[in-house]
């Protein structure tokens, strides 16, 4: 019955939803993951503690928060097909807009494991003070990793710093003191005199940062720090929201 309604949801993908076959696979094997998870037969026995499960179960195998976040979209995507269909009763998936999911899903480090990862780069060179300026930067205002490798160094002011997201659209962050002398010291010592539109955070050879670098050296700190978790700059992003 199971393979059946799934066969039937990847059809309904296809057919109506219109989208592309990766989507459709995708889809396919985040439902069949939950399928042989679940082993109580037929789909009218799930119950939302059973998915929550099931996400628990992906965390405690070392799954991204990205990868549960994707597989959660499509236990919804499923289970509102299923409900559509008068297979189920409910709607599972509208009991996951919920704080507890919030912190399941994503990664969020503690204070502690936030003051060992700053402490990491030692400041005393080109890449530790761009290193240290960087992840105080990203900690301090939760902004994207696409936006910090976007700053220009005319975009920081004492405390405020300008950052260009989605569309293009620019906005206004507020920066606390540690954040903005990480960067002074970075700027002052190390970067060099940097005039008009200047990329912030460069590399050695002067060229603009980029996101595999950022996400590169994240994951190198919180290595030397040990922590345990799986660290990436959006695990800032959501640790600045969370400890706001």
Do not use: N
């Amino acid at each position: 019955m199971a393979d059946r309604w799934i066969l039937d949801f990847l059809d309904h993908l296809r057919s109506e939803r219109g989208l592309s076959p990766h989507t459709i696979e995708a889809y396919g094997r985040d439902v069949g993951a939950f399928a042989s998870f679940w082993t109580g037969g037929d789909w009218k026995g799930v119950q939302p503690d059973t998915i929550l499960r099931f996400l628990e179960s992906l965390k405690g195998k070392a799954y991204s928060s990205a990868t549960v976040c994707r597989m959660l979209i499509a236990l919804k995507v499923f289970f509102r097909f299923l409900k559509k269909e008068g297979v189920i009763e409910s709607d599972l998936g509208s009991s996951f807009a919920t704080p507890k999911l919030w912190q399941l899903v994503p990664e969020v480090l503690t204070y502690e494991e936030v003051e060992a990862l700053l402490a990491g780069p030692s400041g005393e060179d080109l890449i530790g003070a761009r290193d240290r300026a960087v992840l105080e930067l990203l900690y301090a205002t939760g902004m994207r990793v696409s936006e910090l490798c976007q700053l220009q160094v005319t975009d920081l002011s004492d405390t405020f710093v300008k950052v260009r997201g989605k569309g293009r659209k620019e906005r206004l962050i507020p920066v606390g003191k540690k954040a903005i002398a990480a960067v002074d010291h970075y700027l002052i010592h190390f970067r060099g005199k940097a005039e008009g539109e200047a990329s912030l955070f460069v590399t050695k050879g002067g060229k603009p940062i980029d996101r595999i670098t950022v996400w590169e050296r994240v994951k190198f700190y919180s290595k030397r720090a040990g922590i345990v978790k799986e660290v990436s700059p959006h695990t800032l992003r959501h640790s600045f929201a969370t400890h706001l």
